[in-house]
């Protein structure tokens, strides 16, 4: 366990102007300086101070078994005192774990111990797996080892606001492990306290700070008037360096004092603090890049059999991007988009902005999706052979947010010739491969929405052996390529394969979906 070498009666607030490391990926904004006094009850308003820590969700980014999905379970350990969770078997995806455990701590001691682990139950020997960067000794790096303060309600360690894979997620892949077997796995979590109004803000904080009453809930408040609550400002507004001799607290985002939300965007995703509000609902992070599609899909064919997305092209397509600390939100009907267009056989080109119109931006030229969402539209009809992307036209403003797929074609490319097919996409299964081909070429289009658009990129002589570009652009190992965008590889290329390679995660663009002026 990680331990603070800093003392109560020494731990200073510093709001200061002074940069914070690169790593931390944040700018205080603020110059005043508070300091933390001597502190017998934190939290006075309250019998006992209670610490929770809930477990959101659980995912597999590598194998974890060979011959079946993992067993998972949790230990978490608060303070001295240690809980462990039942075992989800069989699951490689834990999205509703319903884990949560709580402890009192002491009311005069401003930070709480916390660990996290995950493991694979196994009929001999348990397995640790790897939900942290690479720090401490063996069991450590594996772990999440984190500090929290009762008197901000933050926490900081292997999780910190600002870090590459956003607050109260962990992940695996840290440690530079993305390619290797190691047991990465992707851990969502939150940790809370109780306070006598519910607001989710520390009697100290409010107090202290924030000059709030603690006998009010705050929450929906927005005191400087720049369109973010305070709930907002506070999650994302501070932070704490553990470090050097600037260790200590800085402010990120102040509550009352006004800020321009509109033009900030650290993480550099396209979307701005008030969009980040909008779908902190679903997840996003300011400081941790997040995609968001909505797919709207069109009727059967009369006479035709259903052929929506397979479920589990959009679990594929998360893992790919997790692992790079890029986290991909989907809107088919499940979070209240995801329309049903009528059947129509023979589409024409003014029908895809029709339908975006109407199915979209539901006839609201201000929808505030536009910008956010990029928008995916699955047709039946089999005359379009292939998916293409397209730009939208709202008013004097265009974007590169669309895509459409042909369900008839796609699905045709399982059975074309059976025996290929299953070997080239590792599975003689027709719906695995079914969820492989809807992953690869959803996740090709969105690429060409993000710039994606290298040598290599859409050859149409590099498909078969006989052709020369399959061979020249072997090494790109990409979705982008059309080598192996029906295959069983749904990624893009990392760029380390050598001659004709390139570094698709490093170089796609996510502000492309930000609406511009167009010719």
């Not at 979070?335 to 339908?355: H, S």
Request: charged share 25%; hydrophobic share 35%; net charge negative.
């Amino acid at each position: 366990m990680k331990k603070n070498s800093i003392k109560i009666v020494c731990t200073f607030v510093i709001l200061a102007s002074l940069a914070i490391p690169t790593s931390a990926m944040i700018q205080p904004k603020k110059h005043v300086s508070l300091s933390m006094p001597l502190m017998e009850d934190f939290d006075p308003l309250v019998d006992n101070i209670t610490v929770t820590v809930t477990i959101k969700e659980i995912r597999a980014l590598k194998t974890i078994d060979l011959l079946s999905d993992p067993d998972f379970y949790v230990k978490v350990r608060i303070n001295d005192k240690e809980f462990i969770s039942d075992v989800w078997e069989n699951m490689k995806y834990v999205e509703n774990p319903d884990f949560s455990v709580s402890s009192e701590v002491p009311k005069d001691n401003e930070f709480v111990n916390i660990s996290i682990a995950l493991w694979d139950k196994n009929n001999k020997i348990d397995r640790l797996c790897d939900i942290s960067p690479d720090e401490g000794n063996l069991t450590q790096a594996r772990t999440a080892e984190l500090t929290y303060s009762i008197a901000t309600g933050i926490w900081w360690g292997d999780d910190y606001l600002g870090d590459p894979s956003g607050l109260g997620r962990l992940n695996g892949c840290d440690d530079n492990s993305i390619y290797q077997q190691d047991r990465d796995c992707e851990l969502l979590f939150t940790i809370t306290q109780n306070d006598f109004d519910g607001d989710g803000i520390p009697y100290w904080l409010e107090t202290n700070i924030y000059n709030t009453s603690p006998l009010i809930d705050n929450r929906g408040e927005d005191a400087d008037q720049d369109g973010i609550p305070i709930e907002w400002e506070y999650t994302f507004g501070l932070t704490y360096f553990e470090w050097g001799h600037d260790a200590g607290y800085y402010m990120i985002y102040d509550p009352f004092t006004w800020e321009n939300h509109t033009g900030i965007d650290d993480d550099n995703d396209g979307l701005n603090n008030i969009e980040e509000y909008k779908t902190w609902q679903w997840g996003s992070d300011p400081f941790r890049q997040d995609i968001f599609l909505e797919i709207d899909q069109m009727q059967k064919q009369p006479g035709n059999n259903e052929t929506t997305v397979p479920l589990e092209s959009y679990e594929l397509i998360r893992d790919s991007h997790a692992k790079h600390n890029v986290v991909w939100h989907i809107d088919d009907g499940r979070l209240g988009g995801g329309e049903i267009v009528p059947y129509k056989a023979d589409l024409q080109e003014n029908d895809y902005t029709q339908f975006y119109w109407k199915y979209f931006m539901h006839q609201d030229a201000n929808n505030w999706r536009r910008g956010i969402f990029h928008w995916g539209f699955i047709g039946y009809n089999a005359t379009q052979i292939t998916g293409f992307t397209f730009p939208s036209r709202i008013g004097q403003l265009t974007a590169i947010d669309c895509f459409y797929l042909p369900a008839l074609f796609l699905n045709s490319q399982v059975k074309i010739i059976p025996l290929i097919s299953s070997l080239v996409r590792n599975t003689f299964n027709s719906e695995k491969q079914r969820a492989l081909i809807y992953a690869g070429v959803i996740m090709h289009e969105t690429g060409h929405s993000l710039g994606l658009d290298c040598p290599g990129s859409d050859c149409h002589d590099g498909l078969w052996p006989w052709q020369a570009n399959y061979w020249r652009y072997g090494h790109y190992k990409s979705v982008m390529n059309y080598r192996y965008v029906y295959s069983d590889l749904v990624d893009y290329s990392d760029g380390s394969r050598g001659k004709n390679d390139w570094n698709d995660w490093a170089t796609m663009d996510l502000t492309n979906i930000n609406p511009r002026p167009h010719w």
